[in-house]
């Protein structure tokens, strides 16, 4: 019902979840078409540096330079179902065999932080800790504080506390004293990684951007390019400037309003200011003599893994919704920590990840991105 009910613009609807999430359905004019000139055009976007604004301002304006039309959403004739959030299964249900939509049913099971921590969990208990020890320990509050408590009184150490109906940093704060972690609202709490592997002393993470084709059988496509975003205050592990955000933060929500935040308005220079390319990060750290090949391998290692934790339950929806095989595909945003072991700690797997691009390298990255992700989708 929510999914059909019209708001202003003709073209766009709303879904009917918490946040308010336009979805898009496009439809193919030249029977055929595919991305294989998606090269010429994101670099025409990146000549000019016509930014595209919003999330599905990219998708849209890729679709559309590719012969796609938006149609109207009570449309049954689309091709390609583009939207932030999940469809409802009444929805799924209805799709004939050449339609997609970017979102399996269920893959909350490794969107939602709670429940990415619960399904790794589980993995450590069936299948051996070591295994799939690449998940900083978690507790959602107030929920499991008395575990919590029994946790964080064997071992003094640091943790981060985020608010489950925030995203972007909003409201994270780090505290080595577990009564502080209860709060009014809904947390999760994790144990702080406090040796991260620093690069001229900042702390830095990366946004990898992970496909799935299906989950019966698992297909996953890791995309070659990402990003590195560094915190903009040199790291201090000191309980001293616990509160600096812009130190233990890496989120460009964060640190693009700090005074040290530096901007890069030259995408073919890959490794300068606050924000890098993945290739500028792994050319670095062979300039520096580490083994770049292992991490990209414990990389993949931890993203297969994730993604196998969520696989049953998403694999089950998919049985009961989804008429077709190749109805689905979904774009995850991996959010990884490197510590100075080079051990890869899955922060987080982002339900639809930005596309934002706020500067020329993201327009690069993200339009390649995602212009192999629709030619590979739509082949
Ligand atoms: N367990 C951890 N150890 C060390 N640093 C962490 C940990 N968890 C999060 N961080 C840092 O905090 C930042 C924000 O965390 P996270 O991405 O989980 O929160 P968020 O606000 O939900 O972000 P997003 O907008 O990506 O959803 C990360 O980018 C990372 O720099």
């Keep these: 019902k929510n999914l059909r009910s019209k708001s202003s613009s003709p073209a766009i609807f709303w879904s009917g979840r918490s946040k308010k999430v336009p979805i898009f359905l496009f439809k193919a004019d030249a029977l055929g078409c595919n991305f294989t000139e998606h090269k010429s055009i994101a670099n025409k976007y990146h000549m000019s540096f016509k930014q595209p604004k919003g999330d599905c301002k990219l998708v849209r304006t890729l679709l559309t330079c590719h012969g796609f039309k938006e149609c109207e959403a009570s449309s049954v004739n689309y091709n390609i179902i583009w939207t932030g959030s999940h469809v409802k299964p009444y929805f799924l249900s209805s799709m004939l065999k050449f339609q997609k939509v970017n979102h399996f049913p269920r893959s909350y099971e490794i969107t939602r932080k709670d429940r990415l921590y619960k399904n790794i969990e589980m993995m450590q208990q069936n299948k051996g800790f070591k295994h799939f020890n690449f998940v900083p320990q978690t507790f959602v509050l107030p929920r499991e504080y008395k575990a919590f408590l ?99 933060l890496t989120n460009y929500s964060i640190n693009k309003h700090s005074s040290a935040y530096v901007s890069n308005n030259d995408a073919s220079v890959e490794d300068r200011g606050s924000k890098w390319s993945l290739s500028g990060l792994l050319r670095f750290l062979r300039e520096n003599h580490y083994d770049t090949t292992a991490l990209m391998m414990s990389i993949e290692d931890v993203i297969i893994k994730t993604m196998i934790s969520g696989e049953f339950a998403i694999s089950a929806a998919c049985k009961a919704f989804v008429p077709h095989r190749g109805n689905c595909f979904e774009l995850f945003g991996f959010d990884i920590l490197i510590d100075e072991k080079m051990k890869p700690w899955v922060l987080e797997v982002n339900l639809s990840p930005s596309l934002a691009c706020d500067a020329p390298l993201d327009l690069k990255i993200k339009s390649n991105m995602i212009s192999d992700l629709l030619s590979l989708v739509g082949s």
């Design 150 to 248: 029994f946790h964080s009184n064997k071992e003094k150490c640091l943790w981060i506390v985020k608010p489950t109906s925030l995203s972007r940093g909003r409201g994270i704060f780090l505290t080595n004293s577990p009564e502080k972690a209860l709060v009014d609202d809904n947390v999760v709490v994790c144990r702080y990684i406090d040796n991260p592997l620093l690069i001229n002393g900042y702390k830095f993470d990366l946004r990898l951007y992970v496909l799935v084709t299906s989950f019966d059988p698992l297909i996953i496509y890791l995309y070659k390019e990402g990003l590195t975003r560094f915190a903009t205050v040199q790291f201090n592990k000191s309980s001293k400037f616990m509160g600096d955000s812009c130190m233990h």
